[in-house]
């Protein structure tokens, strides 16, 4: 979860895709295009569509020198050139979120002297340019920050969540060869603030995650409903003792805050029925989405044995209907249970209707992106379907996340970052997808 920057082969092609038989769901695969040239490596990549101008696209990495960014004004068929987004040497974990006015936020964390911490850049053109950034200064020094996530609400305000420690110095690092860094041992504590002047200033930290400050909470990605409820799923670790913060495997919990981010529910352990998540899950384990009727959506991994022992990962996903009071039974829209990277997400369509990809190198012959399509009333529409032909060197980092938005109820767009073997340098790609019911 931590940015660790290495590269990934992969050969992406137009994926020509049938209908499933039980419900004549069709994906119409648009032409990959490669958003990142001239600008490798670049490498993670996050996404957001304007929500009243779908037109507009945005695309966030990193790479550039930095962290890069890209925007289409055609519904994700042709993207701009790439540039670097200010302030952000040496940057990582990037977010994109757009408010109703069609204002641009991108979010990314950045090393300071003596701090780590998250900044905000705001763009009022479209993403043209970007003048306004903004740092989350903490309130100490020598601390430890990690994974911004940016959201926003229907009344324009700004949300970002951020993983914070007082100390950086109780930070110790697992590291994969073929993944990027988690924690064995931290003081990890998910956080909020709230901006509600375009995000020119933001407000105080408020703790998401409770037992500060050892929450073990690695990543709180977030929606916003109608009503104004934000709704976050978060990973989190136990943690052992308050002295070291030693951590144990834990799993995904959901909260919600109905009075702007001040407090926040009492977490529900929200994979307490499907296994615990290793600490040596490097990419970052859960995802949240919501769809037009305000249903929302949690993906997740956990990892296990199979029944011969043998260990697995396992992608499941559910489903709530009463803002998170209640949840479904768990699901598992992928079919495997190999022990490899299973990195789930989530985007809400038209009412009842979800969209979930996931990025694994469950075939032999390495990484690939895959996509579903959900029905709350009938189930799953559609099998497993690759959109990415090609596969991925599975010994190399696909990047920790991967984009995924809607446009309108039938209409996606899909982006991850890879290497093609013409140039051995790690790109960002996106694809537009149609659905036709």
């Avoid at 799923?233 to 702007?260: E, K, W």
Wanted: proline share 6%; glycine share 10%.
């Amino acid at each position: 979860m931590m940015f660790r920057p290495v590269l990934m082969s992969i050969i992406l092609v137009t994926a020509a895709v049938t209908n499933y038989a039980a419900a004549s769901v069709t994906y119409h695969v648009g032409s990959i295009q490669e958003i990142s040239q001239g600008c490798a490596p670049s490498e993670e990549v996050e996404q957001a569509v304007d929500p009243t101008h779908s037109k507009y696209v945005y695309e966030s990495w990193i790479g550039c020198g930095g962290i890069g960014f890209a925007r289409s004004t055609d519904g994700g068929v042709k993207f701009s050139a790439p540039i670097t987004m200010p302030q952000s040497s040496g940057s990582w974990d990037p977010t994109v979120a757009v408010g109703p006015d069609g204002t641009l936020y991108v979010g990314y964390m950045v090393y300071g002297s003596t701090q780590i911490f998250p900044v905000v850049a705001a763009s009022f053109d479209h993403g043209m340019s970007f003048s306004q950034v903004t740092q989350l200064l903490p309130p100490d020094q020598d601390n430890w920050g990690d994974r911004v996530f940016l959201a926003t609400a229907p009344d324009g305000s700004l949300y970002a969540t951020w993983d914070y420690g007082p100390w950086i110095s109780y930070i110790q690092l697992i590291c994969s060869n073929g993944g990027s860094c988690s924690y064995s041992y931290g003081d990890l504590n998910a956080v909020v603030q709230k901006s509600t002047d375009r995000g020119m200033t933001f407000g105080a930290m408020v703790h998401v995650s409770p037992h500060f400050p050892g929450g073990g909470a690695e990543a709180a990605p977030m929606v916003v409903e109608s009503s104004g409820q934000i709704d976050a799923y978060y990973q989190a670790d136990r943690t052992l003792n308050q002295q070291n913060f030693q951590l144990a495997p834990l799993g995904g919990h959901f909260t919600s805050s109905v009075d702007d981010g001040e407090q926040w529910s009492k977490p529900i352990y929200f994979t307490s029925r499907t296994g615990k998540v290793a600490l040596e899950v490097w990419w970052i384990d859960g995802a949240i989405g919501i769809d037009a009727g305000d249903n929302l959506y949690a993906t997740w991994d956990t990892q296990g044995k199979n029944s011969d022992g043998t260990p697995n990962d396992i992608g499941y996903f559910s489903y709530s209907t009463d803002h998170g009071k209640h949840w479904s039974a768990p699901i598992k829209p992928i079919p495997d249970k190999l022990n490899v990277p299973h990195i789930v997400q989530v985007a809400g369509g038209a009412n009842g209707i979800a969209y979930v990809a996931w990025l694994s190198d469950s075939d032999s012959q390495g990484y690939a992106m895959y996509l579903r399509t959900f029905s709350i009333t009938k189930g799953w529409l559609t099998p497993p379907v690759r959109i990415s032909k090609g596969f991925g060197n599975s010994g190399v980092w696909p990047g920790d996340t991967f984009g995924i938005s809607t446009r309108s109820p039938n209409s996606l767009v899909l982006s991850w970052g890879s290497t093609l073997p013409t140039d051995n340098q790690a790109n960002i790609y996106a694809v537009p997808v149609k659905v036709s019911f």
